[in-house]
């Protein structure tokens, strides 16, 4: 396994150089930061010493040796509009998009494990069918749409939760609402079609035949088996939510790496995307790397392959 | 026996009844509402957290609100709604000549690091505005055109020597904070430490900033004792805080979402108006321009595209800066007179049938986009080939600013904000070595100048109304359409009057509970 | 009545859906006594899994749909037992070792678990300790080497001969008083077959179990089997003694499978095809399910349902012709679908 790690950290290297030297450029194509900075009438005079402070006006090769440079020393740069490292901001905003992330993930790995579970046992039923259209209705509503009305229903008319904010548990509660639903319903699915299969499986049939409870049978036989598809379909979701969800972190005024990013890319706070960029790749590989454990965990034949 | 078996078990046991039980209960369980803010507390939810709380950033709109007067204060205050200064952090100011003024500093006063506030601390405090290697908006926003130099004459008098002459020195000097002499020089702190009514407690980065009074504050004690700042980018989730008690004020709301008791709308001394390209035919011909000033039906724009409560404009200065002219109206709708002006142009051969596009970026402000086209559509009824046309902020910049790019006929919607008190901050655009003049007119050019070099007084207040007058009557080279409102909301615990401040300035002492 | 290890009756399943309902068992009835090998042969398709998964519980039921005028174990009425004591008997009393044990193992976990869990369930007082003792002592048994260390291999790790072993040790955890072997050896070369199937006859002679062993292969029953159904369309065409059905066939379908065979049938020898091909099942026929490819029909055989006669070599046989010889030929059909 150790071969295998670092055979990915080589491999990731040269993605992750190419990603910078895309990122480093592609943020300078959209414009000065100087535009947005500063006032709109602003005069020339003051555009022209915000960009020398900030060293804009030299060489983009020189800029770009500055930064690159700086990789190697862990140096991410400064961040224009708040006058302190860049991989410091960022690094202050990951705890809560992890947290915001993983308990995210957990419920919904959970929540989708027993209803995809429950819908598969009688597949085609009652239960199945609604299981079915909530999953589907739930992964395609829009964020932004059922976290207003989460918030007008739960928090101004009934008044059981906060609006919005951070703080003890409470503050949790609709974000974390908003944010479970969708992985919650593709991940259902998933669950009742591995579930659906791994029944059908004679070694199913085999533990039935053996007086095993049939609870038993659906959650230590059938979903271990049935585990790698929803491993991978939760392993898809949870990455994209390493960078955090904007929407969700912008309305409930939650510290995460999402809004930190939008704000970044909108401001053109050049250091911040590329700190951002550089350390969420990070934490991607740290994650497809656990993921993978994960999958050889679940799954000897992976392990002894 | 693995995990997973002994949860099954478990669950065999307890039964589905009972862990759908629990699961009820634990969702449907007595969550606390959330916290109201304590005695004597004060919860702000702003729109956006600032980048940074450097005092020489409290211009900054994030950052205004909390700084300005709260932490960091000023030599003098400038009164919006007369354009007056009051005393603050000095009592007394006199002009020696053309380019020196005295300035008599408060006695007793201590920066809340312990620091004496004094004549030094003021020359400090110059001396970092002007270190050109540190991004400060209070510099670059005022004094971009000129500098000056602070001088101790004893403890408690300070002499400023300008580099050139400005009559208005003093209302420029009222936006220049006054930190403490242990701010850092050559960095932008994230500490600021000043003489004002509040302390800076706490900046959770993302989640709030939080002020304590200052007990050793030389004026009066307010009554707020702690002011908590949160950000929500959110406008209906900012109301629903005010609403439901979490927060007590917040500066805006969205208008449609304004029809509570708690909502106040006020000026927050931004007008729009759009820049009638005059330096491209047919827009250089008055009579054409005349004719766009009149096929706008301003009266239809409000309470449809603009909130009902905007105030018709004649200047881009509002109606409480000094130079604005009471005596004019706004241009009237008045279609068959377009006709008319269009005609005569076109009979002198200009060519009024050439494509005007009106320029515009994405969303400058509520409504904005909707404004554009309903722009657009005015003048292509009058009978103008309008068109319109979204751009990046940077070709905007290009047709607005000299040197002009492409050859084309164009109408720029801008949105200008003067809180400085005077026409000046707002007009000197328009003198001929302005890159961003429109059109270069000797008249109007020397008519600026004069003004700019009257002394603070009704002599200067009369010029700049001549100059507003001859631009809305004789130049027309914007098309003002009115002075924009917002709409702050007020909780019911506390009462704060936001009328007559810019919405860069909320000042925690004049808040009192109910 | 004589009281049997295991016993079925009448034994109907159909599989129903709203296109269509397939008959796969039609009145199947047998039994199987103590420390007896009763063998089930068929062609694929015939019921002859069906019929002990039915028995045991593992067709899902919608679509499955079973009725039966008795199954017994030792006389107790299976029938009557509510499903959640269902699993005292399944496992314990009686066990299955199914076919193709890479597919029947979970692959997930180890075989030591797998077998382990057999005491697990039913065991519950045993430590980790006795239950690790147990399955060494299982594998050892079934003669897997190194048993130790292969308690913590999984399936895959495994070849197929040993795989089936492992199965085997699995079924025969709890002693139980009838195993079902479903094609044990289906999957296996043919020295790995023998191997497996003198385990299961030693193991049989050991315990007094009674071994019902569905099968394909001919001369394997030929070999091992006390008694024999055989099985054609969900119907038993003939059962008796090996001596009896086959050394004196009477029934046309399983003289067609003997047919060509006048040598002593031998280890290995599969099921001839008989020209024609399996009936569709979905078909509700009222006749006899062969009547298309019997050689000896008669127009009564395709109108109704044959009886069942015992002939005098001592064998019972489900058929028209056969019964009309014997002068039974009136007799009422045992079974109406």
């Known amino acids: 396994m150790g071969n295998f790690v670092l055979a990915r950290m080589a491999q990731s290297l040269i993605s992750l150089i190419g990603l910078v030297v895309l990122v480093f450029f592609l943020v300078r194509l959209t414009g000065s930061p100087a535009d947005l900075y500063l006032p709109d009438d602003a005069s020339e005079a003051a555009r022209q010493e915000y960009i020398r402070i900030h060293g804009l006006d030299r060489p983009m090769i020189v800029q770009f040796w500055e930064f690159f440079s700086g990789l190697f020393r862990l140096d991410l740069g400064e961040s224009l509009r708040q006058a302190r490292p860049a991989a410091q901001i960022v690094l202050e905003a990951y705890p809560t998009s992890l947290k915001l992330a993983g308990l995210t ?20 039923g009652l239960l199945d069918r609604v299981i079915s259209i909530l999953s589907l209705a739930s992964a395609s509503a829009p964020n932004f749409w059922v976290a207003l009305t989460l918030i007008s229903v739960f928090a101004v008319w009934l008044r059981v939760v906060p609006t ?45 035949s053996k007086g095993v409870p049939f609870r038993s049978v659906l959650f230590v036989h059938a979903l271990r088996n049935a585990s790698l598809p929803i491993l991978t379909m939760a392993g898809n979701q949870a990455v994209g939510f390493i960078n955090g969800s904007v929407v969700i972190e912008s309305i409930f005024g939650f510290p995460g790496v999402g809004k930190l990013m939008i704000d970044a890319i909108q401001q053109r706070d050049f250091a911040v995307v590329q700190a951002g960029v550089v350390i969420t790749a990070v934490v991607i590989f740290l994650m497809n790397i656990l993921i993978d454990v994960a999958y050889a965990l679940l799954d000897p034949r992976i392990r002894h392959k | 026996m693995s995990f ?37 507390e004060i919860v702000i939810v702003q729109s956006s957290e600032p980048p940074n709380i450097d005092p020489g950033n409290f211009d900054y709109s994030q950052t205004g609100p909390i700084l300005r007067q709260n932490v960091i204060e000023t030599l003098t205050l400038l009164d919006l709604s007369d354009s007056s200064l ?43 505005l002007f270190n050109t290697d540190l991004e400060q908006i209070a510099r670059n926003k005022y004094w971009d055109h000129m500098t000056f130099t602070a001088e101790a004459i004893d403890e408690f008098t300070v002499e400023f020597s300008l580099s050139q002459a400005e009559p208005v020195f003093d209302t420029r000097l009222s936006q220049v904070p006054i930190v403490s002499p242990n701010t850092p020089f050559d960095a932008l702190t994230r500490a600021p430490v000043g003489t004002g009514p509040y302390t800076l407690a706490e900046w959770q980065a993302g989640v709030q900033i939080v002020l304590e009074r200052n007990p050793d504050y030389w004026g009066d004690q307010p009554e707020v004792e702690r002011a908590t700042f949160v950000f929500r980018g959110e406008g209906s989730v900012r109301a629903s805080m005010v609403e439901v008690g979490e927060a007590d004020f917040t500066f805006s709301v969205p208008e449609e979402l304004a029809t509570t008791g708690m909502d106040v709308a006020y000026q927050n001394f931004e007008t729009i108006y759009f820049i009638l390209g005059a330096w491209e035919a047919p827009l250089d011909d008055l009579r054409v321009r005349m004719a766009v000033n009149l096929a706008i039906d301003r009266e239809a724009l409000l309470g449809t595209i603009l909130p009902a409560e905007t105030v018709l404009g004649t200047a881009i200065i509002g109606p409480s800066i000094s130079g604005s002219n009471p005596d004019l109206v706004p241009h009237p709708y008045d279609p068959d007179r377009v006709t008319e002006l269009l005609e005569e142009a076109r009979a002198d051969g200009v060519d009024v049938d050439r494509e005007i596009t009106v320029m515009y970026i994405n969303d400058r402000f509520p409504g904005s986009n909707e404004l554009v086209e309903a722009m657009a559509l005015m003048l292509q009824a009058a009978g103008f080939n309008a068109r319109m046309e979204l751009v990046e902020s940077g070709v905007y910049r290009e047709y607005r600013d000299e040197p002009r790019g492409e050859d084309r006929a164009v109408i720029l919607l801008s949105r200008h904000d003067n809180d400085k008190g005077d026409a000046g901050f707002s007009l000197t655009r328009h003198l001929c070595d302005s890159n961003r003049n429109p059109i270069c007119l000797p008249e109007l050019d020397e008519m600026i100048q004069t003004a700019l070099a009257t002394p603070q007084g009704p002599e200067r207040e009369a010029a700049w109304q001549e100059v507003v007058r001859f631009m809305h009557e004789d130049v027309q080279v914007d098309a003002v359409i009115g002075h924009q409102v917002a709409f702050a909301r007020i909780g019911p615990r506390i009462s704060y009057d936001v009328s007559g401040k810019n919405p860069s300035t909320f000042l925690i002492e004049e808040v009192t509970f109910n | 009545m004589t009281r049997h290890q295991f016993e079925l009756s009448n034994l109907n399943v159909a599989f129903r859906s709203p296109a269509q309902t397939v008959h796969a068992v039609r009145g199947v009835s047998f039994h199987v006594d103590k420390g007896e090998t009763f063998a089930i042969v068929g062609e694929s398709g015939s019921g002859k899994t069906v019929s002990m998964m039915a028995a045991m519980r593992l067709l899902q039921s919608p679509p499955a749909h079973i009725t039966a005028d008795a199954m017994r174990f030792k006389g107790e009425d299976l029938q009557a037992v509510r499903q959640r004591d269902w699993w005292r008997y399944t496992g314990e009393k009686i066990a299955m070792v199914f076919q193709d044990a890479l597919t029947a193992l979970n692959p997930v976990y180890t075989v030591g678990w797998q077998i382990g869990e057999m005491f697990r369930v039913h065991r519950p007082q045993m430590t980790r300790r006795e239950i690790r003792a147990a399955s060494i002592a299982l594998l050892t048994k079934v003669g897997i080497p190194e048993p130790e260390r292969r308690l913590d291999d999984y399936p895959h790790q495994f070849s197929g001969g040993m795989r089936q072993r492992a199965m085997i040790a699995m079924g025969i955890a709890l002693d139980p008083e009838v195993l079902i072997a479903d094609e044990p050896t289906t999957a296996l070369d043919v020295t790995v077959q023998a191997q497996i199937m003198d385990l299961l006859q030693q193991l049989k002679d050991e315990r007094q179990m009674s071994l019902i062993l569905i099968t394909h292969d001919l001369g394997l029953v030929a070999e091992t089997a006390d008694r ?11 059962t008796g003694t090996i001596r009896q059905v086959l050394g004196t066939p009477r029934h046309p379908y399983t003289l067609g499978l003997l047919g060509s065979r006048p040598q002593a049938i031998e280890k290995g020898d599969k099921l001839r095809p008989i020209l024609g091909s399996p009936p569709n099942l979905a078909a509700a026929s009222r006749g006899c399910p062969f009547a298309p490819r019997c050689t000896a029909a008669k127009p009564v055989c395709s109108e109704q349902f044959p009886p069942t006669v015992h002939v005098p070599s001592g064998q019972d046989v489900t058929c028209h012709v056969v019964a009309e010889e014997a002068g039974q030929g009136n007799r009422q059909p045992e079974v109406t679908t």
Not at chain 1, 169 to 176: A, G, S
Not at chain 2, 115 to 121: E, G, I, M
Not at chain 3, 228 to 238: H, S
């Open chain 1, 164 to 208: 919005s904010g951070i703080g003890g548990w409470e503050y949790w509660i609709l974000p974390i609402t908003v944010l479970t639903l969708r992985p919650l319903g593709l991940l259902a699915q998933v669950v009742r079609e591995a579930m659906i299969r791994a029944l059908t499986a004679p070694y199913v049939r085999t533990a039935k």
């Open chain 3, 228 to 238: 024999v159904a055989i099985m054609y369309a969900g119907t038993v065409m003939e």
């Open chain 2, 86 to 128: 009051q005393p603050r952090l000095a009592t007394a100011w006199e002009q020696v000549d053309d380019t020196t003024y005295r300035y008599t500093l408060r006695e007793g006063v201590t920066f809340h690091d312990g620091a004496p506030f004094n004549a030094d601390a003021v020359v400090y405090s110059v001396e970092r």
């Open chain 1, 105 to 124: 993930m957990l419920i919904s790995v959970i929540g989708a494990v027993l209803l995809g579970v429950w819908a598969a046992v009688r597949p085609t």
């Open chain 2, 4 to 40: 997973a078996e002994r949860i099954s078990q478990m669950g065999d046991r307890l039964g589905t009844p009972v862990l759908a039980a629990a699961i009820i209960a634990v969702s449907m369980g007595v969550a606390p509402v959330a916290a109201q803010p304590a005695e004597g």
